[in-house]
């Protein structure tokens, strides 16, 4: 039986490795020789996906960033558990959420900004996350009391709706509330499209009620991983009325993708209907060893985006995260990627080659402080 999760995103989860070898064609040794490493980090990747994974071949680039490795086991020099510091940024976070101090389910780096852990669900287990220490994690809008479980929020969502909702909001949102600055609030997770349709439409209308909030910015996998999940009944921006524009909420969706092998006809239609709804759309990208460090690679995905009307927006260098040393490039081998796509791609297809380093308070532009360092 589907779990709600399931229901959710419009497909099953596989979650068994020996399951995962059949339908690939893969050694049934394999998941054996792998059992540590999923013990460690679980092992999850949505049928949906599989249409773009070719049988029979772990070098798959979409396979890879799903497939357990014994690497990440072994430990490495500089790769930590929360590389970002995000723990020891809920220190300070701004709100009197509840739950402990210290494990606020929002950050705020930025003076105008708060980033809110919306789910910690994820459509598939990537196996760079940098936050895959750190779940579970306290939860926006399912509070932790609730929730034990990485996926196990979606089982509390059906009673989303009867606890009230409103009181809840508007504890979490205080500090929001009373800051004139902030004017944009991002959902992060997890992934934010794991929650339902109607926690989606009643989060926005709360945030509605925020005067000095004009933008949402969702980050999520989900319209490549899953992407049926785009169904009918998904939240769209509200119409523009021309003569007052600053009261409207404008919508943006960042898509995580990696490999242009996960860009296929239902996500392009996917993107689309995004775009139909009112969505800006940019992109995000991890710059990772083996699956997208070559200048065709990344030509490729760069180019199959402007076609779908994205705009890649930025090229991740690797998040120094514990588990995931094997996938690191090296700056200097991106920064002659960024200088070969440079060449073949047009401007606004070129993304910003960046580095997140804890206590900056931006992200490093790479092609800038090429030196920048922890
Ligand atoms: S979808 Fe994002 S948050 Fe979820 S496992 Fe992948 S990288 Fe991590």
């Given at each position: 039986?589907?779990?709600?999760?399931?229901?959710?995103?419009?497909?099953?989860?596989?979650?068994?490795?020996?399951?995962?070898?059949?339908?690939?064609?893969?050694?049934?040794?394999?998941?054996?020789?792998?059992?540590?490493?999923?013990?460690?980090?679980?092992?999850?990747?949505?049928?949906?996906?599989?249409?773009?994974?070719?049988?029979?071949?772990?070098?798959?680039?979409?396979?890879?960033?799903?497939l357990p490795s014994p690497q990440e086991l072994?430990?490495?020099?500089?790769?930590?558990?929360?590389?970002?510091?995000?723990?020891?940024?809920?220190?300070?976070?701004?709100?009197?959420?509840?739950?402990?101090?210290?494990?606020?389910?929002?950050?705020?780096?930025?003076?105008?900004?708060?980033?809110?852990?919306?789910?910690?669900?994820?459509?598939?287990?990537?196996?760079?996350?940098?936050?895959?220490?750190?779940?579970?994690?306290?939860?926006?809008?399912?509070?932790?009391?609730?929730?034990?479980?990485?996926?196990?929020?979606?089982?509390?969502?059906?009673?989303?709706?009867?606890?009230?909702?409103?009181?809840?909001?508007?504890?979490?949102?205080?500090?929001?509330?009373?800051?004139?600055?902030?004017?944009?609030?991002?959902?992060?997770?997890?992934?934010?499209?794991?929650?339902?349709?109607?926690?989606?439409?009643?989060?926005?209308?709360?945030?509605?009620?925020?005067?000095?909030?004009?933008?949402?910015?969702?980050?999520?996998?989900?319209?490549?991983?899953?992407?049926?999940?785009?169904?009918?009944?998904?939240?769209?921006?509200?119409?523009?009325?021309?003569?007052?524009?600053?009261?409207?909420?404008?919508?943006?969706?960042?898509?995580?993708?990696?490999?242009?092998?996960?860009?296929?006809?239902?996500?392009?239609?996917?993107?689309?209907?995004?775009?139909?709804?009112?969505?800006?759309?940019?992109?995000?990208?991890?710059?990772?060893?083996?699956?997208?460090?070559?200048?065709?690679?990344?030509?490729?995905?760069?180019?199959?985006?402007?076609?779908?009307g994205v705009v890649p927006y930025y090229l991740?260098?690797?998040?120094?995260?514990?588990?995931?040393?094997?996938?690191?490039?090296?700056?200097?081998?991106?920064?002659?990627?960024?200088?070969?796509?440079?060449?073949?791609?047009?401007?606004?297809?070129?993304?910003?080659?960046?580095?997140?380093?804890?206590?900056?308070?931006?992200?490093?532009?790479?092609?800038?402080?090429?030196?920048?360092?922890?």
């Open positions: 039986m589907p779990s709600r999760l399931e229901k959710t995103l419009h497909t099953r989860f596989i979650t068994d490795l020996n399951e995962l070898c059949e339908r690939l064609n893969l050694s049934k040794e394999l998941s054996s020789s792998l059992k540590e490493a999923t013990n460690k980090y679980s092992f999850l990747i949505p049928e949906s996906l599989l249409d773009r994974v070719k049988i029979n071949d772990l070098n798959d680039p979409v396979l890879k960033q799903f072994e430990k490495k020099e500089g790769f930590v558990r929360d590389p970002l510091s995000e723990s020891s940024a809920d220190e300070n976070a701004p709100v009197d959420a509840p739950f402990p101090k210290g494990n606020s389910c929002l950050l705020q780096k930025y003076a105008n900004r708060v980033l809110i852990i919306s789910s910690n669900a994820c459509a598939g287990h990537c196996r760079f996350c940098f936050r895959r220490n750190l779940h579970p994690r306290p939860l926006f809008p399912i509070p932790q009391e609730f929730s034990s479980n990485r996926n196990e929020e979606a089982n509390n969502a059906a009673n989303f709706r009867e606890k009230d909702s409103s009181a809840y909001f508007d504890q979490v949102f205080r500090s929001v509330r009373i800051n004139p600055n902030v004017n944009e609030v991002i959902l992060s997770g997890g992934d934010p499209l794991t929650l339902s349709n109607d926690q989606l439409k009643t989060l926005l209308d709360y945030i509605k009620t925020i005067r000095t909030v004009k933008r949402v910015r969702f980050h999520s996998r989900v319209p490549i991983l899953v992407p049926d999940r785009i169904d009918d009944d998904f939240p769209a921006c509200e119409d523009v009325d021309p003569s007052n524009y600053g009261a409207m909420l404008v919508l943006h969706l960042v898509v995580h993708v990696n490999s242009p092998n996960e860009i296929n006809n239902r996500v392009a239609k996917a993107l689309l209907e995004l775009r139909k709804r009112g969505y800006v759309l940019t992109s995000q990208t991890t710059l990772l060893k083996g699956i997208n460090d070559t200048r065709d690679t990344l030509v490729e995905l760069f180019e199959k985006l402007a076609n779908c991740h260098q690797l998040d120094r995260v514990q588990g995931a040393a094997h996938f690191e490039t090296t700056v200097k081998k991106g920064l002659q990627l960024m200088k070969q796509i440079s060449e073949r791609l047009p401007g606004y297809a070129v993304p910003k080659y960046v580095r997140e380093i804890p206590g900056r308070k931006s992200k490093v532009n790479l092609l800038a402080e090429p030196d920048a360092d922890f």
